[in-house]
């Protein structure tokens, strides 16, 4: 059985899809990050990081409970576990590179794009604009890449596009302000729209909706979330 730490965030996002696209059974266990259960010593038992997602898996390795954290380490798991949407051994160099890109570029500008320009105090130019134009260099290059291609890596579905999906959901709050957020960006929106139309990405949006999450933004909220702009006192 897989224990799934869910919020509906876009990481937690790209790891409900491939547990939809492959049909695995799974449990969800709702982490409420507004309300800080991320920072709990039993939820950093299994992700020590403190965010969400992460997965315990009762049959990991040699029948062995295991525990995998960060969406791109679960992506890799479950997909190995599945021997599934991991494309042809020969695109494998593809494949990972892809995979780092989205892990290590376009989700985390994404994610500061969202921040700057939606949580931090107003009057950051430098910062708003660092992140935002980050955010739209990384969907640049992949729009390139895109271009006569169907999927990310080869001619298949793989976990790379699950989880590009993930952060490119928000691109209404990346790219703040933009009546059609992928207007400047047509191959992106092809294939967005593409997988979009897959029956698991319905299935995977009503992963946590019987749960009532907190929505406000109070000071809770923001300590919860951004604990490093409140430092503990000496
Ligand atoms: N590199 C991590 C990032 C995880 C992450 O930033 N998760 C966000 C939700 S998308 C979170 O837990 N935010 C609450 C917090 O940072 O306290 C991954 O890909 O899983």
Known sequence: MIRFYFHPTPNPAKVALLLEEAGLPYEVVPVDTSKGEQHTAAFRAINPN???????????????EARVFDST??????????AEFLGKPEERPELLSWLMFIATGLGPF?????????????????AV??????????????????????????????IADISAWGWLGRASRVLKGAEDPFAAYPEIKRWFAAIEARPAVARAKAVGKDHAFKATVDEETKRALFPSNYPSAA
């Open 129 to 158: 604009n660092r992140y935002r134009r980050e955010a739209e260099r990384h969907y640049n290059v992949l729009n390139d890449h895109l271009v006569g291609r169907q999927f990310i890596v080869g001619d298949s579905f793989t």
């Open 73 to 82: 380490a679960i992506l890799l798991y479950l997909a190995e576990k599945t």
């Open 110 to 126: 994404s994610g500061q794009a969202v921040h700057f320009q939606h949580a931090a105090p107003t009057g950051l130019d430098y």
């Open 50 to 64: 403190g965010k969400v997602p992460a997965i315990t898996d009762t049959e990991g390795p040699g029948g062995r």
